[in-house]
């Protein structure tokens, strides 16, 4: 549904290129996880995509159309959510009033039931609200435009702890099989148990790409305090009771995904991992 074509992007002349020639291809019906450190171009790529920032070189096509055309058949199925953004001081139902009919798909009452997933009702003053809670109303009126293709970057920024575990439900009931969604976040912890899909990205090199059930198939992820388990894994991180462990899953045994152990594996040996993943491919 969207390919990033060999895309290069510096924000000033002369200055060191935040992407160089970078490709990625998104396909309907899943949720991404974008992940990255910080500086490797994630937000830039969001807003390439969304057509708010236009390449130096290459392209963003969005269902065969060129992004950077802005044409209202791509803008109005496609929303972005920005990590920081303002709102207007009006009330709830004169922004809606205001900007639904830019959606042909929008659903008042979709929004109402997401705006619950938050414990909110619709009678509020967006000037009055805190930054959690306008992007919780932010999100809220996002998810219910329907659109093909949602865009969220540190979503879960600014949200408290209950406000994150009522995310994870949010984006799980606002999902479809017509519908894509990338979240691009360092809180990693947050968006685990949602995510369909992964993408690692460095160095304008995408390092991992991936569903969660063929990284699941490959690798084991567990806890546990012995140490020689530990010495054949993978990649370790401390924990409270001894260490989390990547282990290649040679047993076929079920295990959650832990995002940070795959992360902090695929930036330390980029090679090994993609060796593993698509060994014929690494080969050649």
Request: charged letters at 25%; glycine letters at 6%.
């Amino acid at each position: 549904m969207l390919q990033v074509e060999n895309i290069s992007f510096s924000y000033r002349r002369g200055k060191k290129e935040v992407l160089h020639d970078f490709s990625l291809s998104l396909e309907k019906g899943r949720v991404y996880g974008l992940l990255g450190k910080n500086g490797a171009g994630k937000s830039t790529l969001l807003y390439l995509m969304s057509g708010l920032l236009t390449p130096k070189s290459g392209k963003v096509m969005y269902h065969d159309i060129d992004v950077r055309r802005r044409l209202p058949i791509t803008l109005q199925d496609m929303f972005l959510v920005p990590e920081e953004f303002e709102l207007p001081s009006i009330s709830l139902v004169s922004y809606v009033e205001l900007n639904s009919q830019f959606y042909p798909r929008f659903s008042k009452e979709d929004m109402v039931k997401y705006l619950h997933y938050f414990e909110m009702e619709q009678d509020l003053n967006l000037g009055a609200l805190s930054m959690g809670q306008k992007k919780k109303v932010f999100m809220s009126f996002a998810l219910a435009t329907h659109t093909s293709l949602l865009i969220m970057d540190e979503p879960t920024n600014g949200l408290d702890i209950p406000g994150k575990s009522q995310f994870r439900k949010f984006i799980a009931s606002g999902m479809s099989d017509d519908r894509t969604i990338i979240i691009s976040t360092h809180q990693v912890r947050d968006i685990d148990k949602i995510l369909d899909h992964v993408v690692i990205m460095d160095n304008s090199h995408v390092l991992l790409d991936e569903s969660t059930a063929s990284i699941c198939n490959k690798l084991l992820f567990l806890e546990s305090d012995d140490h020689e388990m530990a010495k054949s894994a993978l990649y370790t991180l401390p924990s409270v009771q001894g260490n989390f462990l990547m282990l290649p899953n040679t047993e076929d045994e079920e295990s959650e995904i832990n995002l940070e152990l795959l992360f902090g594996a695929t930036l330390a040996a980029p090679e090994k991992m993609a060796e593993m993943f698509h060994p014929k491919k690494n080969e050649q």
